[in-house]
Nanobody, 123 residues
Framework: VQLQASGGGLVQAGGSLRLSCAASGRTLSNNGMGWFRQAPGNEREIVAAISWRGLSTYYADSVKGRFTISRDNAKNTVYLQVNRLKPEDTAVYYC?????????????????WGQGTLVTVSS
């Protein structure tokens, strides 16, 4: 399985981006999917997760109300709409495919990782 993340870039505080994660190699429609991020000097942290049919989601407290995760199983793609961006959202954002069908917040529940896309928010 390969995961290709895209959509990152440089944006001013308050702006928006739409991150995409396209999977290839096999269908991931039975897998929970997640977005994580890692800022310089910090550990990788969960941002959002979505269950296999998209009926259940999880958000980190820091992004609730600003970020929205969604998926299109027909396209084998997961999205992360990021709104009202803050400088502290600056990080490399990674998508991941879970070994479980649920919207898991646990790093250990994910076994496939994309290469990451950089989001930089200027103040």
């Amino acid at each position: 399985v390969q995961l290709q993340a895209s959509g990152g870039g440089l944006v001013q505080a308050g702006g928006s981006l739409r991150l995409s994660c396209a999977a290839s190699g096999r269908t991931l429609s039975n897998n929970g999917m997640g977005w994580f991020r890692q800022a310089p000097g910090n550990e990788r942290e969960i941002v959002a997760a979505i269950s296999w049919r998209g009926l259940s989601t999880y958000y980190a407290d820091s992004v609730k109300g600003r970020f929205t995760i969604s998926r299109d199983n027909a396209k084998n793609t997961v999205y992360l709409q990021v709104n009202r961006l803050k400088p502290e959202d600056t990080a490399v954002y990674y998508c991941a495919a879970g070994r479980v069908a649920a919207a898991s917040s646990w790093h250990s529940d994910y076994n496939y990782w994309g290469q990451g896309t950089l989001v930089t928010v200027s103040s």
